[in-house]
C-alpha cells in the first residue's frame, strides 16, 4: 500500500531553495531526513534552484481578476488537481488554507511559525475562532504563537497543537575552543536589536582586554537603508568587526567557537530559533525573552533588555568576566536544545497527520 500523500503548501514569498532566505523551507527540508509515513510533495512559486531533497511542484499564479493573494490561490489549487493529495498541509496563509479546503475534500492542516494577529482572516478574535472551527487542523510553532492565536476568544472549537521547530543536532559543529569573542548573528534590524548590541559592545570593550565583537548578518538581500549606515558608523567607533553576511551553516560555526552570543531582539520572537541554534553549538547565551525566546532560552541564558544599555552593558561585562558561568550556562543549553531534536519533531508531525486521516 503507497503511502499517503501529503502535499506541503508554501506562502507565495517563501521560495523553496538553498539561494533563499525563508525558514519554513529549510524546516521542511530538515524533517523529510527522517523516516514518516507519508509521500511529501512541496508546492510553491517557482524557483531556479529548489532543493532537491523533497519533491517540487512549481506553481504559477493563474491570470484572473484578483489581487495577488487570490492568483495565487486560484494557481495552486490548479496545480494541486493535478494530483489530488489525501491531506493539504498549508503554512502561514489562512486565507489559502481556507480556499483550499472550499475546493478539495482531503483534510486541511494550518501550520503557524509567524504571528497569525498579522494575516489575512486572522487579525480579529471572531476570524481566529471560525479559522479553528474551519479547518480540521491548526498547529504554530510555539506556545507564543498558540497563545497569539487563542487570544480574545473563550473556548476553541478544536485543541490548537504546538510543533516546536526542530534542530538539526546530528550536523551542528561541536563546540570547541572559544575564542573570547561578542558574537550577533541575526538580520541587521532594529527589531533584531543588533544597534542594541553595538552600543553596549561600545561600552563593554574598553574594560574587556583580549576580546573582540563580531556581527554576522544572516540577512543577505536585505536593502541598504539609512539604518545600516548609521549602524556602520557606530560600529566603527566602538570597534566592532561587521564581518559581512554568512550562511546559516557558516554562521553556526562560528557561535560553535563564540566566547558569548547574543541575541538582543526587540521584537517578539514567534519561533526563536536563532536562540536554539546558539544553545545547539553551546554558545554561552545573552538572550531578551520577548516572544518565543523565553520558551528557548529561559533558564539557560543570562537575560537582556535591548531597550536598556547600561543594563545590557553590565550584563555582557559580567558574563565575559566570569568562566565558570559561561561554562555552565553552555552545558545547560545544549542539554535543553537536546529537547528539540529534529527528529522528535518529525515524528510529532507525522503523528498529527495521521490523526487528520483517522489514521
Excluded: N
Excluded at 175 to 187: C, M, S
Excluded at 224 to 230: I, K, N, Q, R, V
Aim: charged share 20%.
Amino acid at each position: 500500500m503507497s503511502a499517503p500523500a501529503v502535499a506541503v503548501v508554501l506562502p507565495p514569498r517563501e521560495a523553496f531553495s538553498p539561494d533563499a532566505e525563508g525558514g519554513i523551507g529549510p524546516a521542511i527540508r530538515l524533517l523529510a531526513r527522517y523516516p514518516s509515513g507519508f509521500s511529501v510533495r512541496v508546492y510553491g512559486m517557482t524557483v531556479a534552484r529548489p532543493f532537491h531533497e523533497v519533491p517540487f511542484v512549481p506553481v504559477r499564479p493563474a491570470l484572473v481578476l484578483g489581487d495577488a493573494a487570490r492568483r495565487y490561490a486560484v494557481g495552486m489549487a490548479r496545480a494541486l488537481a493535478a494530483a489530488p493529495p489525501a491531506l493539504l498541509e498549508v503554512h502561514d496563509r489562512p486565507d489559502l488554507a481556507l480556499h483550499l479546503k472550499r475546493h478539495f475534500s482531503a483534510p486541511v492542516l494550518l501550520v503557524l511559525s509567524r504571528d497569525p494577529q498579522a494575516m489575512r482572516r486572522a487579525r480579529a478574535a471572531a476570524d481566529r475562532a471560525a479559522l479553528i472551527a474551519a479547518l480540521p487542523g491548526v498547529a504554530t510553532a510555539s506556545e507564543w504563537l498558540r497563545t497569539r492565536l487563542l487570544e480574545g476568544m473563550e473556548t476553541p472549537a478544536r485543541p490548537v497543537t504546538v510543533l516546536p521547530a526542530g534542530l538539526d543536532l546530528e550536523h551542528l559543529p561541536l563546540p570547541q575552543t572559544r575564542e573570547p569573542t561578542l558574537l550577533f548573528a541575526g538580520p541587521l534590524t532594529a527589531e533584531s536589536g543588533v544597534d542594541a548590541f553595538v552600543a553596549a559592545c561600545a561600552r563593554v570593550l574598553p574594560r574587556l582586554p583580549g576580546w573582540r565583537a563580531d556581527i554576522i548578518a544572516t540577512d543577505r538581500s536585505a536593502p541598504e537603508t539609512p539604518f545600516h549606515t548609521l549602524l556602520r558608523e557606530r560600529a566603527a567607533a566602538a570597534g566592532v568587526r561587521m564581518a559581512g553576511w554568512h550562511s546559516r551553516e557558516e554562521a553556526r560555526h562560528a557561535l560553535a567557537g563564540c566566547g558569548m552570543a547574543v541575541v538582543p531582539s526587540r521584537w517578539p520572537e514567534p519561533v526563536g530559533l536563532a536562540a536554539l541554534e546558539a544553545l545547539g553549538c553551546g554558545a554561552p547565551l545573552l538572550c531578551s525573552m520577548r516572544g518565543a525566546l523565553a520558551e528557548r532560552a529561559e533558564g539557560v541564558a543570562e537575560l537582556i533588555d535591548p531597550d536598556d544599555p547600561e543594563s545590557f552593558a553590565a550584563a555582557m561585562l559580567a558574563l565575559a568576566r566570569d568562566p565558570p558561568r559561561r561554562a555552565a550556562l553552555s552545558e545547560a543549553g545544549r542539554a535543553k536544545a537536546a529537547g528539540f531534536a529534529a527528529a522528535e519533531a518529525a515524528a510529532r508531525l507525522d503523528a498529527l497527520r495521521s490523526s487528520l486521516l483517522g489514521a
